[in-house]
């Protein structure tokens, strides 16, 4: 069983850093696609940036720039570097993991940490 546990979030002010850490418990890290999503009060959980098993990268538009995801498979974490952060990056960050395994769809949630940019 796969268990996910997130950490580095707080409060920080705008144009503040931080690093998120996804760390993943269980076999087979290197096979899963992972990904940080966010989710503020009021608005839908949204896909902030991926990283594939091939460690191929994406980010939504509003972060290109400024985070950057990346993964340690020899550690089993994935990390989140956001940096220039803005008050509209507030919201609880969620890692992601996923695996297609012969057609059957593996997927994990951890439970968040809780972003909070604000002077």
């Known amino acids: 069983q796969v268990q996910l546990v997130e950490s580095g979030g707080g409060r920080v002010q705008p144009g503040g850093s931080l690093r998120l850490s996804c760390a993943f418990s269980g076999n087979n890290f290197g096979l899963f696609d992972m990904g940080w999503y966010r989710q503020s009060p009021g608005k839908q959980r949204e896909l902030v940036a991926l990283i594939t098993a091939s460690s191929s990268t994406n980010y939504t538009d509003g972060v290109q720039g400024r985070f950057t995801i990346s993964r340690d498979n020899a550690k089993n974490t994935m990390f989140l570097q956001m940096n220039d952060l803005r008050p509209d990056d507030t919201a609880v960050y969620h890692c992601?993991?996923?695996?297609?395994?012969?057609?059957?769809?593996?997927?994990?949630w951890g439970q968040g940490t809780q972003v909070t940019v604000s002077s």
């Open positions: 992601h993991a996923r695996m297609l395994f012969f057609r059957k769809e593996f997927t994990y």
